[in-house]
């Protein structure tokens, strides 16, 4: 079964500090990855997409890694800030045995972040 | 630019009645999803449709249906309604013929309240 992992469930950080959120997944046959963040009880905001085919993206402070081979993907954030405070979900796209993709993603759990002043 | 719309944004029902969410994909994107987003879980894949077929389905309960129709524009009927329905319903939509990496867009959700 293609499963998304996250890891930790939540996160508590000083303002100021740089951070690591992690994403596993258990079937290396994906077509790309996204990192989105949510705000409590609202729509989800696309952070970084991965192709397959990368190794990371980055934009501003976010920087993405993929490694296909151990299924892991690492989002970091630099020099967090309190506006970063949010949850952070990972999703795969998985393909199927023809190696296309019907598109659908597969979240994580998500990782609640909360920075402090 | 141009965002995924989703109507009504909030709806509140009740046990056993109906309800229809409505989704606006991004102009010129041929492929949309439902995703079901419980309080504290991650958002489930329901069905996609890609071209106004159905391309793919997850986890819809059988008092779902959808479509999407002429313009685009999909539909999520709802019946016999639980109070488990209670959940943020989001719509994404993409463009699986086109040579940029992929990428899915969300749209702001619709929050379904069943009392």
């Known amino acids: 079964k293609q499963e998304v992992t996250q890891i930790p469930a939540a996160l508590s950080v000083p303002e100021g500090e740089n951070l690591v959120l992690n994403c596993s997944f258990t079937?290396?046959?994906?077509?790309?990855l996204q990192w989105f963040r949510q705000d409590p009880g609202k729509g989800l905001t696309s952070l970084l997409l991965?192709?397959?085919?990368?190794r990371e993206q980055t934009s501003g402070r976010l920087n993405a890694s993929l490694d296909k081979s151990s299924g892991r993907s690492t989002l970091y954030i630099a020099a967090s800030q309190p506006g970063d405070s949010a949850t952070y979900l990972c999703?795969?796209?998985?393909?199927?045995?023809?190696?296309?993709?019907?598109?659908?993603?597969?979240f994580g759990q998500g990782t609640i972040l909360t920075v402090h002043p | 630019a141009a965002g995924v719309i989703q109507s009504p944004r909030h709806l509140i029902k009740e046990k056993r009645e109906t309800a229809t969410l409505k989704c606006y994909p991004i102009?010129?994107?041929?492929?949309v999803y439902w995703y079901q987003q419980g309080p504290g879980q991650d958002p489930q894949f329901l069905i996609s449709?890609?071209?106004?077929?159905?391309?793919d389905k997850g986890s819809i309960p059988d008092r779902f249906s959808a479509q999407q129709f002429s313009d685009y524009h999909s539909e999520l009927n709802m019946s016999s309604l639980e109070l488990g329905d209670s959940a943020l319903y989001f719509c994404?939509?993409?463009?699986?013929?086109?040579?940029?990496?992929?990428?899915?867009?969300f749209g702001p959700g619709t929050r379904l309240t069943v009392t």
């Open positions: 102009p010129r994107h041929d492929t």
């Open positions: 999703a795969v796209r998985f393909t199927n045995a023809g190696g296309t993709s019907y598109g659908k993603l597969t």
């Open positions: 991965i192709q397959s085919s990368q």
């Open positions: 449709f890609y071209e106004k077929m159905q391309s």
């Open positions: 994404a939509s993409g463009r699986i013929r086109t040579p940029l990496p992929y990428e899915q867009y």
């Open positions: 079937d290396s046959a994906i077509y790309n």
